[in-house]
């Protein structure tokens, strides 16, 4: 139980109350799920059905993949590479609309 | 079936020309052409506001009641893979009552948006947790009062 306990506050995505986290996790934490909500966002905006089921169900995994992660340093280059991926994913919705 | 048949009380009575409901069902659906109001959604390809209102004849979307929010709020859940249905009831806690994690909740809020076919910022979409807080919020975006 403790153990759980312990893996589950350093969690990104954790399932306790905000108030268990610390200030800088909390924020992380906030990060993650705003990238998470932006990038579900953007891939709705892809015009084929099959490819935007793909990307869905990529960043799914992505996500949950890296869910029990608590080196903050690690966190930190995860979200820095999802922002890469949705800047990446913006450009190419930008190419193919003009 | 009775949904076959509150479809076709609906319809007769919008354009009372028809005859009541009590005609076979049948014949009813060959003689008069459904028109279904087509709108992206995420999860299925019909709602049962589709159903009850199949054949409308204005531009605008169907009225929305608190009664029909909490009608649709509900099926967008139970279709969503990690709810069990039969444990789902508008006051249960999407992390303590169902299990649920935060990227789980993220996602049940973009099917709400897709359902309801409006944005939800992201403040106050963190914090609806049940379904009735989500009936309560879109209720009040969309001004529906009773």
């Not at chain 1, 799914?60 to 340093?73: H, I, L, P, S, V």
């Not at chain 1, 820095?80 to 190419?92: G, I």
């Not at chain 2, 509900?74 to 709810?83: H, R, S």
């Amino acid at each position: 139980m403790k153990t759980a306990v312990v893996v589950l506050l350093g969690m990104s995505a954790s399932r306790l109350p905000p108030a268990a986290l610390s200030l800088k996790q909390f924020l992380q934490r906030q990060k993650v799920l705003q990238i998470y909500r932006t990038l579900l966002r953007t891939i709705r905006q892809v015009p084929d059905e099959a490819d935007r089921r793909y990307l869905r169900d990529w960043a799914r995994g992505e996500f949950r993949r890296n869910k029990e992660a608590t080196n903050q340093d690690a966190i930190r280059m995860m979200v820095t590479q999802a922002r890469n991926h949705l800047e990446e994913l913006q450009k190419s919705l930008a190419l193919a609309r003009s | 079936m009775a949904a076959r048949v509150l479809q076709q009380c609906v319809r007769s009575f919008a354009r009372p020309s028809l005859r009541l409901c009590t005609r076979n069902v049948a014949v009813r659906a060959t003689a008069t052409p459904a028109v279904f109001i087509h709108r992206p959604l995420s999860f299925a390809a019909e709602s049962p506001r589709t159903r009850l209102f199949g054949q409308s004849r204005y531009g605008d979307l169907p009225p929305l009641t608190l009664e029909t929010i909490k009608e649709r709020v509900m099926y967008v859940l139970k279709l969503y893979d990690k709810i069990n249905p039969e444990k789902l009831q508008t006051s249960s806690h999407f992390m303590k009552d169902l299990g649920l994690d935060s990227l789980d909740q993220v996602e049940i809020i973009m099917a709400m948006e897709d359902e309801f076919g409006f944005e939800i910022p992201d403040a106050e979409a963190e914090k609806l947790m049940t379904p009735e807080e989500i009936v309560q919020y879109i209720a009040d975006k969309k001004d529906v009062y009773e």
